[in-house]
């Protein structure tokens, strides 16, 4: 697969929580450089990537990050914050316990008050799948599609595992046909990059295939 294909698909990623606003632009930079989808950072830097790209890249930043267990009110609120900063994409976690608490309707009324609050914004719905069931999987696939979120998302990289190839197998063949899907976490190769996009991912969200890139572009030719 063609590697431009690929870094189009990438959400360039740094959500550490020692992330310096240099750092930040740092990204941007790369974001820019290898026409990355967007970058993905903490909403405290949304308005200063914002006003840095300039038009040049989107900038998305996380909600309920990386626990959802926040209220809904918080989350929305958050999501508005964001947004009035310049936030283009949001990707917002789900309440894991009151899903397992199977308070469905109570897990879509979220989704879909955060989807308002968007404004039009492309709106991910991260999962967590390792820490659910895959009846719980399924089930959110279809809470997901019912929402009217943009994608389902399978991690935040920051719980016990990230992406694996049987989830996004699993969310192909479980969401609607308007839903895309969101491979995250543990993408640690370009191999790895180009299996979830063949298994149906069409976003990655990963800081590693950026430099992998760049590692190859910097490698002394060999003869």
């Known amino acids: 697969m063609d590697i431009q294909k690929i ?3 990438v959400d ?20 820019i450089r290898y026409h990355t989808a967007s970058v993905c950072i ?8 914002k006003e840095y790209v300039a038009g040049k890249l989107a900038i998305c930043t996380v909600i309920g990050f990386p626990n959802g267990y926040m209220t809904t009110a918080a989350k929305v609120a958050e999501t508005k914050d964001a947004v009035q900063n310049g936030a283009d994409e949001i990707d917002m976690v789900i309440n894991i316990g009151m899903l397992r608490d199977r308070r469905y309707d109570e897990v879509l009324a979220e989704i879909r008050a955060i989807k308002e609050a968007c404004g039009g914004r492309l709106l991910k719905v991260i999962i967590e799948t ?94």
């Open 7 to 9: 870094l189009s698909m």
């Open 12 to 31: 360039h990623t740094l959500l550490s929580q020692t992330a310096t606003r240099q750092e930040i632009f740092a990204l941007c930079d790369d974001g």
């Open 42 to 49: 903490p909403p405290c830097y949304v308005k200063d990537a």
């Open 130 to 223: 390792c820490l659910l069931t895959e009846e719980e999987k399924i089930k959110m696939c279809e809470i997901v599609t019912a929402a009217g979120a943009d994608y389902i998302k399978t991690s935040t990289g920051f719980s016990t595992g990230g992406a694996t190839r049987e989830d996004v197998a699993l969310f192909k063949a479980h969401v609607g046909p308007e839903v895309k899907i969101k491979a995250a976490g543990g993408i640690a190769s370009l191999q790895d990059a180009q299996d979830f996009v063949e298994l149906g991912a069409s976003r990655l969200g990963t800081s590693r295939v950026v430099k992998i890139v760049k590692q190859e572009e910097s490698a002394p030719d060999t003869y």
